[in-house]
């Protein structure tokens, strides 16, 4: 229970970094407009935090043994083949 807790609050933090990090670069690169910098802003900060707590989750979970390239893909071996109750209570 510590260890899920523990990365819950990892994940939280990762993404209050990437935000700080996405907004300094789009005000670092500059856009003609306030609304334009707020729209790249809102976008980029969205693509990181999906990727951080939505992707990360789905292929932690995964276990892709019997795909290729099984060089990269022998690292998510995850609890589910494919999807079953088990996998909605735990990763769903």
């Not at 996405?22 to 935090?49: D, H, I, P, R, Y």
Request: hydrophobic letters at 45%.
């Amino acid at each position: 229970m510590l260890a899920g807790i523990s990365v819950s609050l990892v994940t939280v933090c990762i993404n209050l970094g990437l935000e700080e990090v996405v907004v300094a670069l789009v005000g670092w690169v500059g856009k003609g407009t306030e609304s334009e910098q707020q729209v790249a802003t809102m976008n980029k900060a969205f693509a990181a935090q999906f990727c951080n707590t939505a992707l990360l989750i789905l292929f932690v979970n995964a276990n892709l043994d019997e795909h290729e390239p099984r060089e990269i893909l022998h690292y998510f071996d995850g609890p589910f083949y494919d999807y079953h109750p088990e996998w909605y209570k735990d990763v769903g």
